[in-house]
């Protein structure tokens, strides 16, 4: 079966993934059976270009990378978002679309539109599962789609297969994780001596924080993540509230000194514990002693160790950030989404 694939979304990630599909092209056919055109690119700043018959992938990559736009393609079309998939014959969607956290739009919209169409989504972004996940989880099964998130929590580390899959049969019992790369980043600088300050400056310069950093300082990235876990795992619906949130704004040198002291470090832990149907959600700076498993998680990586009835603890680390890893998990999400029709 031919896949038709719409990329919602031309920043890193939408883009990254274009590269990797223009890229892997024959090694997907060959090894996966999997063959696919892209006939829908959509991008609210860069503009739309759609051609059912397929679009050539170099030559939009092209533009992207020396114009920062599609719009000398000569494809361009308009139209509100469910016509383009319809023109487009579209089967399977890459939502990468920036997003307010708040009203999970525009995301949450192109996600409802497709899956009501019976198209398979993939999306790594957060505001629509965190506000709407039951919803699209519905609209995907009254519609015979499938709805796959890998690159939400961890980017392009498969910790949402793992838990899914690898961990099947499997009761969870509890999470721990640093899902949060810029403040591990500073977190660790600290830990090698420097202030919070310091680090924090160092995070900027490297270009690891956002414009406007309290979505990471304030953990409000990681709760966020934390809310959709939970309903995935244990079918509760909390919201962000709910989670009991403290950022790394307060962690002082003097603090990780004196940890170090101890013989441990400090920690942006996001967690979940399930004690017998009591969810107990948070994320907070912990001292954890340097035996524990995440406690050599240093830089922009990411790692979660989760706590099982048969296998005990599985931890998995791997990068949670950056274009090409996050536009990796959009290309398994298509290879499963695939494998199962």
Not at 221 to 232: C, E, F, G, N, R
Not at 261 to 284: F, P, R, S, W
Not at 306 to 325: H, S
């Amino acid at each position: 079966m031919l896949r038709k694939i719409a990329v919602s979304g031309c920043g890193n990630v939408g883009t990254a993934l274009l590269e990797l599909l223009c890229e892997k092209r024959a090694e997907l056919k060959e090894k996966y059976g999997f063959e696919f055109e892209v006939t829908l690119i959509s991008d609210l700043f860069k503009g739309t270009v759609a051609d059912k018959n397929g679009l050539d992938l170099n030559a939009a990559i092209n533009s992207l990378h020396t114009t920062n736009s599609l719009t000398g393609l000569n494809k361009d079309v308009r139209g509100e978002f469910g016509e383009l998939l319809d023109s487009a014959e579209v089967n399977m969607l890459c939502e990468a679309t920036p997003t307010n956290v708040e009203t999970g739009e525009p995301a949450l919209s192109h996600i409802k539109a497709a899956l009501s169409k019976g198209i398979d989504v993939s999306t790594t972004v957060k505001g629509p599962l965190s506000l709407a996940y039951d919803e699209l989880v519905a609209l995907a099964k009254q519609n015979g789609a499938q709805l796959q998130f890998e690159g939400v929590v961890m980017s392009g580390t498969p910790f949402i297969t793992m838990l899914n899959h690898g961990l099947a049969g499997c009761r969870i019992l509890k999470i721990e994780g640093i899902i949060n790369g810029t403040t591990n980043f500073i977190l660790s600088k600290m830990y090698s001596g420097a202030s919070y300050e310091e680090a924090f400056n160092t995070a900027r310069e490297l270009g690891y924080t956002e414009t406007d950093p309290s979505g990471d300082i304030d953990a409000w990235d990681p709760a966020v993540k934390v809310v959709i876990l939970t309903k995935m795992l244990y079918g509760k619906e909390i919201s962000v509230s709910d989670v009991d949130r403290t950022g790394i704004a307060n962690v002082t040198f003097e603090d990780m000194e004196r940890a170090k002291e101890d013989g441990c470090t400090i920690k942006l832990i996001a967690g979940i514990e399930n004690n017998h149907g009591d969810i107990k959600a948070y994320v907070a700076p912990k001292k954890i002693p340097m035996t524990h498993p995440l406690a050599s998680i240093n830089g922009a990586i990411n790692a979660a160790t989760v706590y099982t009835d048969n296998l005990g603890t599985t931890t998995i680390i791997g990068p949670g950030a950056g274009r090409r890893a996050t536009g990796q998990a959009m290309l398994l999400d298509l290879l499963t989404m695939a494998g199962k029709k």
